[in-house]
């Protein structure tokens, strides 16, 4: 299986899951392409999986790999679409699928350059495991064989519960000092001008509700300094979550700026309310759904264009309530919940049941897999294009 980074990581473990339910003798080895993906691989995979690094897409390179591993199936997630793999399993009599397979209108757009080459790619694949029917529209455009497309549902639904049902909730109070009764304001991926936007409805915030915590996480590490300033600024007292390694410092400030990686989805578990950014500025949005999953309301900007069906589950759900344009709109919705616990609470639930329904679908891409494989199931129902 292969899998570019954490994103893809995160999806190819819950098929990974499956996989090793239907077929428990098999052997899994998983590639990926950035030493981040490889790190993630490690803590997310099953311990017996073999985790290498991905050949460059040139023949020799590939078929030093390939020959190296000799699969029998080369399974690439997402929009891992790479000719020299593909052309390469073929030839070595390899299967090929493609699995959650996802292609945005800007990928179609950059794949009609190359059509011939993509038609020609695409007609060797043995299968599309697509996440929509606009998913599998936009492969059958670029030269996917039309017999060999499947709609089987976004296996990042079963990721983010997956991780929900593992996260050790206690473990995190303890790391940030909290009796579980706090109220908490997380704000998590904020990107540029967005933090001094949640900095001021978190100050009118405190002017009602003056215990509220505050934990700040931005999208990108380099900028935790810059946020220190703004904090600062406020004359708010603030610590570094990586004070707290090593049980070195307890928390005791209000404001806490995350500079450490890989923990924002647990501390979504522990907050009341989320922000999620890269929504008031447009920059395409983060993921909702990691708020949505623990049941509290999560706020987010107009600016949603990369996570467009998140926002769309969500608000199938509970409207446009969770939708903020600026500042003074987050204090007021969050004053709002705050005044009125019993319809956070409602409202929280009625989100993470979104997500929950939409389960499943990595058991779906993990039974193409196995029909690819010539094992089938006899209660086996693959959604055909």
């Given at each position: 299986m292969h899998a570019a980074s954490v994103g893809e990581v995160s999806v190819t473990a819950v098929i990974a899951d499956e996989i090793v339910r239907?077929?428990?003798?098999?052997?899994?080895?998983?590639?990926?392409?950035?030493?981040?993906?490889?790190?993630?691989?490690?803590?997310?995979?099953?311990?017996?999986?073999?985790?290498?690094?991905?050949?460059?897409?040139?023949?020799?390179?590939?078929?030093?790999?390939?020959?190296?591993?000799?699969?029998?199936?080369?399974i690439c997630v997402e929009t891992e679409i790479w000719p020299n793999?593909?052309?390469?399993?073929?030839?070595?009599?390899?299967?090929?699928?493609?699995?959650?397979?996802?292609?945005?209108?800007?990928?179609?757009?950059?794949?009609?350059?190359?059509?011939?080459?993509?038609?020609?790619?695409?007609?060797?694949?043995?299968?599309?495991?697509?996440?929509h029917k606009m998913d599998a529209d936009r492969i059958l455009m670029l030269g996917a064989p039309i017999q060999k497309i499947m709609i089987n549902g976004n296996a990042k639904y079963d990721s983010l519960i997956r991780n929900y049902e593992k996260?050790?909730?206690?473990?995190?109070?303890?790391?940030?000092?909290?009796?579980?009764?706090?109220t908490i304001l997380v704000a998590g991926s904020t990107r540029r001008n967005e933090e001094a936007t949640v900095l001021d409805a978190y100050e009118k915030i405190i002017q009602t509700y003056p215990e509220t915590?505050?934990?700040?996480?931005?999208?990108?590490?380099?900028?935790?300094?810059?946020?220190?300033?703004?904090?600062?600024?406020?004359g708010l007292d603030f610590q570094f979550r990586s004070d707290f390694d090593g049980n070195r410092l307890k928390r005791t400030a209000p404001v806490v700026i995350i500079d450490t990686i890989g923990e924002l989805f647990a501390v979504y578990g522990v907050g009341t309310i989320a922000f999620c950014g890269g929504s008031l500025v447009?920059?395409?949005?983060?993921?909702?759904?990691?708020?949505?999953?623990?049941?509290?309301?999560?706020?987010y900007g107009p600016f949603m264009g990369d996570f467009q069906e998140a926002k769309v589950l969500l608000e199938d759900a509970v409207g446009d309530?969770?939708?903020?344009?600026?500042?003074?709109?987050?204090?007021?919705?969050?004053?709002?919940?705050?005044?009125?616990?019993?319809a956070c609470e409602q409202i929280g639930q009625r989100a993470r049941t979104a997500v929950m329904g939409n389960q499943g679908a990595a058991e779906k891409h993990a039974r193409v897999i196995c029909r690819v494989l010539g094992i089938s199931f006899a209660d086996q129902d693959l959604l055909l294009y």
């Open positions: 239907l077929l428990p003798d098999c052997s899994l080895v998983v590639s990926t392409t950035t030493e981040t993906g490889q790190k993630f691989a490690k803590d997310q995979l099953p311990s017996s999986t073999s985790l290498i690094y991905a050949p460059i897409d040139s023949i020799f390179a590939v078929r030093k790999a390939l020959s190296f591993v000799v699969p029998d199936v080369l793999w593909f052309v390469e399993a073929r030839r070595m009599g390899i299967k090929t699928i493609l699995v959650n397979g996802r292609i945005s209108a800007g990928s179609v757009k950059r794949y009609l350059k190359i059509a011939s080459l993509m038609r020609e790619t695409l007609g060797i694949v043995d299968a599309f495991s697509m996440i996260c050790n909730i206690r473990a995190i109070r303890n790391t940030y000092s909290l009796l579980g009764n706090e915590l505050l934990f700040l996480a931005p999208r990108h590490l380099r900028r935790t300094k810059y946020v220190a300033d703004l904090v600062k600024e406020r447009p920059l395409g949005g983060q993921n909702i759904l990691e708020a949505a999953v623990w049941g509290k309301p999560v706020f309530a969770f939708l903020v344009k600026d500042g003074y709109e987050l204090a007021e919705k969050v004053k709002y919940y705050l005044d009125n616990p019993t």
